[in-house]
C-alpha cells in the first residue's frame, strides 16, 4: 500500500504556443491541407461536432468517430457519425456520402455519450456507443461498418449487438478493443446491481457479435477497485494472451478520485496476483486531496503499463496538469519514473505565462518503444492542441518539438480547438483528433498528422 503525497510539485515549462521549424513533432505538411483536415457535418446549420476517438487502419486510413447534435431544441439529442480520410488526408469520396457516415437508432428513440472505435480483423470498422431503450434506459451498441460505409448485415449475428443489464438500470460505453483472437472487449460502467452506485465493467464478444460463453462463465465482469465506491471504466488495452487491463477512476471521496487499474485474466476473471488483488489505484493528489483522472492506457510489450490523464490542482479556476505514472507486470509503481524528486512513479508538469493544462487526453506507442502522448493546453483567448513525448525508460524526449513539447495554434474561428483522441499510423506519424470550435455552438471534425 502507498501514503498519500498532500502535494505534488510540478514541472513548469514556458514555451512558445506554436509549433515552429522541422523538428520532430511539427505537423506534417503532406497530410491534408497543411498537415490539418476539417469536417463540418452539421446535421443542423452550425452545429456542434465533436470527434470521441481516432482509429488508423494498418494502410494509414484515418476514421473520425463521433457525435454530431441533431436538434437544437434537445441537446440530449445526437447521432453518433463517422468520417474517413484517406492516407493522405483527403476526404474518401468511396466512404458513406462523400465520407461521412451517420448510424441512424436500432431501436429509435436516440443516442447519447461517447462514441468509440476499432478495426476487426475482418478490415471493418466496430463501433461503440450508448443508445436510449424503450424504456429509458441507456445501454450499449456496437455496430460494425464495411470499409465503403456500408452497415455490414452480415458480419455480427445480427447488424448490432446490445449490452444492458436489466431494467431501469444504465451502461455506459467507456472504450472498445479488438483482441488477437478478434474479440471484440467492451469497457464502461453499469449502475445494474447496485442503484445509484457506479462500478466498472467488461464484457466481451466473438467475432460474431454473440457475446462469449467463454468469459466470466458468459456473464459481465463487474467490480470497483474500491469497494462501495463509485469507479468508471474509461480506457481497456489488451495483451496478445488475452489478458484484460482496464482503467479509469474510484471516487475515494466527495472530493476525491484517483486512477485506477483493473486486471482481468483471458477467461475473464480478476488477476489476484496484480496489484491489490486485481487491482490498482494510484494518486498525485497536488495541493492536497483533489480529483486524478485517468485518460488512457498503453500496454508495452514487457507488460508494464504507461498511464496518462490530469491531475487537479483544487484551485478556484480548476487548473489541471499533466499527470503520467507507470506500473510493472506486478502492477507495482515504476518508482524511477518520473520527474520528481527524489523520483516516486510520477511526472507532472504545468505550463507558465498563461498556457495552462487541463491534461493529457491520451497515449500512442511507437514501434520504436517511444510514447507520444496528447494534451489540451489553454490559453488567454483559447483552448490548442499539444503534445510530448516520452522515451521508452519514461523520460522526456528532449529531441522532440521545443525541449521534449508541441503547442499547436490554429486560427480557426474563436481560436478553440480541443484534442480528445491520439493514435500513431505504420510509419510514426502521430495523429491528434478534436475539434475545431467556430464559436460556443459551432464545432466540426478536426484531425491533424505530426512527422514521426
Given at each position: ?329 506486478s502492477g507495482t509503481v515504476v518508482t524511477s519514473f518520473g520527474n520528481q524528486t527524489p523520483r516516486n512513479g510520477r511526472l507532472t508538469f504545468n505550463l507558465g505565462q498563461g498556457l495552462e493544462i487541463n491534461g ?15 494534451m489540451h493546453v489553454s490559453r488567454t483567448n483559447g483552448r490548442d492542441f499539444g503534445s510530448f513525448r516520452l522515451l521508452a525508460n519514461g523520460d522526456i524526449d528532449i529531441n522532440y ?52
Amino acid at each position: 500500500m502507498f501514503t498519500k503525497l498532500t502535494a505534488s510539485t510540478a514541472l513548469s515549462l514556458v514555451l512558445l504556443p506554436f509549433s515552429c521549424g522541422a523538428a520532430s513533432g511539427n505537423l506534417d505538411t503532406s497530410f491534408a491541407s497543411n498537415g490539418i483536415a476539417i469536417s463540418a457535418i452539421d446535421l443542423i446549420p452550425g452545429g456542434i461536432d465533436e470527434i470521441h476517438d481516432l482509429v488508423v487502419s494498418a494502410s494509414g486510413e484515418v476514421y473520425q468517430v463521433g457525435m454530431a447534435q441533431a436538434d437544437w431544441t434537445n441537446s440530449a439529442i445526437a447521432e453518433p457519425v463517422i468520417v474517413k480520410h484517406t492516407a493522405q488526408g483527403t476526404i474518401d469520396t468511396n466512404f458513406g456520402i462523400q465520407g461521412v457516415v451517420r448510424v441512424p437508432s436500432v431501436h429509435g428513440v436516440g443516442f447519447a455519450g461517447a462514441v468509440y472505435g476499432a478495426i476487426l480483423q475482418n478490415g471493418n470498422l466496430l463501433v461503440a456507443s450508448n443508445e436510449f431503450t424503450s424504456n429509458g434506459d441507456l445501454d450499449i451498441i456496437l455496430l460494425q461498418f464495411k470499409p465503403n460505409g456500408d452497415r455490414d448485415w452480415s458480419g455480427f449475428t445480427l447488424p448490432w449487438s446490445g449490452l444492458g443489464l436489466g431494467q431501469h438500470s444504465d451502461e455506459a460505453v467507456g472504450d472498445v478493443a479488438v483482441d488477437s483472437q478478434g474479440r471484440i472487449v467492451v469497457v464502461g460502467s453499469t449502475n445494474a446491481y447496485q442503484q445509484g452506485m457506479l462500478k466498472m465493467l467488461v464484457a466481451r464478444f466473438l467475432p460474431s457479435g454473440l457475446q462469449d460463453p467463454g468469459f466470466a462463465n458468459g456473464s459481465i465482469a463487474t467490480a470497483s477497485p474500491i469497494a462501495n465506491e463509485n469507479s468508471e471504466a474509461l480506457t481497456v488495452e489488451v495483451a496478445i494472451n488475452g489478458d484484460v487491463y482496464v482503467g479509469g477512476v474510484v471516487q475515494t471521496s466527495y472530493s476525491d478520485t484517483d486512477f485506477a487499474i483493473w486486471k482481468l485474466k483471458a477467461d475473464g476473471s480478476t488477476d489476484a496476483t496484480y496489484g491489490n488483488n486485481g487491482t490498482r489505484t494510484f494518486w498525485f493528489d497536488i495541493n492536497g486531496y483533489h480529483d486524478d483522472v485517468l485518460r488512457d492506457l498503453a500496454l508495452r510489450s514487457d507488460g508494464s503499463l504507461v498511464a496518462v490523464g490530469e491531475a487537479n490542482h483544487g484551485t478556484n479556476s480548476g487548473k489541471s496538469s499533466v499527470a503520467v505514472t507507470a506500473f510493472d507486470p506486478s502492477g507495482t509503481v515504476v518508482t524511477s519514473f518520473g520527474n520528481q524528486t527524489p523520483r516516486n512513479g510520477r511526472l507532472t508538469f504545468n505550463l507558465g505565462q498563461g498556457l495552462e493544462i487541463n491534461g493529457a487526453t491520451g497515449i500512442a506507442t511507437r514501434t520504436d518503444g517511444k510514447m507520444v502522448v496528447g494534451m489540451h493546453v489553454s490559453r488567454t483567448n483559447g483552448r490548442d492542441f499539444g503534445s510530448f513525448r516520452l522515451l521508452a525508460n519514461g523520460d522526456i524526449d528532449i529531441n522532440y518539438g521545443l525541449f521534449g513539447l508541441q503547442l499547436y495554434s490554429f486560427t480557426y474561428g474563436n481560436n478553440d480547438e480541443v484534442p480528445f483522441a491520439i493514435g500513431v499510423d505504420a510509419n510514426n506519424r502521430t495523429l491528434l483528433a478534436g475539434y475545431a470550435g467556430y464559436s460556443n455552438t459551432d464545432h466540426d471534425f478536426m484531425v491533424v498528422r505530426l512527422k514521426p
